[in-house]
């Protein structure tokens, strides 16, 4: 994969944060998804959040799996530490290195497919565990990465590129979510950046597993009528020995209306999907009533978007497992290892 920097150009009057970083600090390599990819807005977003809670960038960590959504990481907070795990497996990696190393920001950056088909059992112990991090879900209903498969977020009726229709349920990762004992679980719009800046940053506060899934079209293969996820443009005439695609360059779908609205928004196929926005006197700490809500808006074919809900009470990864305060990278080795007696001691548990 090619990686192409940023030019180092900053006007000496851009706004600074409490660091003394403008957001051109939090930028990472030039993006290489197709013009218009709802991701890229999702990218925006998360500079815009991580710049806007003055984060210093070595105190990042940044994780995902394989796909579309997964080079996201690359694209933000280049001075951070990342890891591309292999597919549908970044929430062992961030567990492992959030045992190491307690006092790193992580965040993790997936996909519909990655979460919910390869890696839905690692995503359902991650929430679990509480671990402590934010999760972005940037869900397309596609594998777009390889030519734009039903992800387990497509929706019945869905019509794929090359005409296959879905007949099989979604998978909702917020409802799943919120069933596993999700603390802190929200959705958005890839092109409401004013909604979904708030969020990411309260994701960044929260202690413990903070979910976001964000509804982000896909330029390239959700072309469907129908779409309730996603955009697309083809030829006139589709060649099917044509390998190679043209994908027009579009801008980014936006998105701007108040709490309680419901709006519906166009894509670039004529196909619309419905956000609504909750309202201002929602109780999100309610998980029943939560729950209840999101389902009733789906049987109104709208997405629910916002703080769905939180619970700040619930004990995080560390806390269930009673790791040390200090980071355990920062140990030395007398205190990491037990010896030959106290190892004798362990076994003698087992016997």
């Known amino acids: 994969m090619t990686f ?44 815009e959040a991580i710049w806007g809670l003055s984060l210093e960038p070595q105190n990042i960590a940044k994780l995902s799996g394989i796909g579309c959504s997964s080079k996201t990481t690359a694209y933000f907070v280049g001075g951070a530490h990342g890891f591309n795990s292999v ?29 919910l088909s390869i890696g839905l059992g690692q995503f359902c112990h991650a929430i679990r565990r509480n671990l402590n991090m934010l999760y972005v879900i940037e869900n397309n209903g596609v594998y777009g990465l390889t030519k734009g498969q039903f992800s387990a977020s497509a929706d019945i009726g869905s019509r794929a590129k090359k005409g296959e229709l879905n007949q099989q349920p979604p998978i909702d990762p917020v409802l799943l979510a919120m069933s596993l004992g999700a603390s802190f679980v929200a959705r958005s719009f890839s092109g409401d950046k004013r909604q979904l800046v708030p969020l990411l940053q309260a994701g960044l506060r929260h202690r413990g597993f903070a979910l976001i899934d964000v509804l982000s079209p896909c330029v390239t293969f959700n072309d469907h009528e129908g779409s309730t ?18 994908v027009p360059f579009e801008r980014e779908i936006v998105a701007d209306y108040a709490e309680g609205e419901t709006l519906p928004v166009t894509m670039h196929d004529g196909s619309r999907i419905l956000l609504h926005k909750l309202e201002k006197d929602y109780d999100p700490t309610d ?11 789906q049987r109104e074919g709208e997405y629910l978007t916002g703080l769905l809900y939180i619970d700040g009470a619930q004990k995080e990864f560390h806390e269930i497992n009673g790791t040390p305060d200090a980071p355990l990278n920062s140990l030395p080795f007398t205190a990491l290892s037990p010896g030959s007696k106290g190892l004798e001691r362990i076994l003698a548990r087992y016997r």
């Open 287 to 297: 998980r029943v009533a939560a729950a209840a809500f999101i389902q009733a808006r």
């Open 229 to 246: 996820k996603s955009y697309a443009y083809t030829r006139e005439h589709y060649e099917p020995a044509v390998n190679a695609d043209f």
């Open 87 to 115: 597919h549908g497996r970044m929430p062992s990696i961030a567990m492992g290195a959030s045992a190491a190393n307690r006092d790193l920001n992580y965040i993790g950056v997936s996909g519909d497919g990655d979460t």
């Open 4 to 47: 192409i920097p940023k030019p180092k150009v900053r006007h000496p009057s851009l706004p600074r944060n409490e660091l003394g970083l403008t957001r051109r600090d939090y930028e990472g390599v030039l993006s290489t998804l197709c013009a218009g990819c709802g991701h890229d807005s999702i990218t925006a977003a998360l500079t």
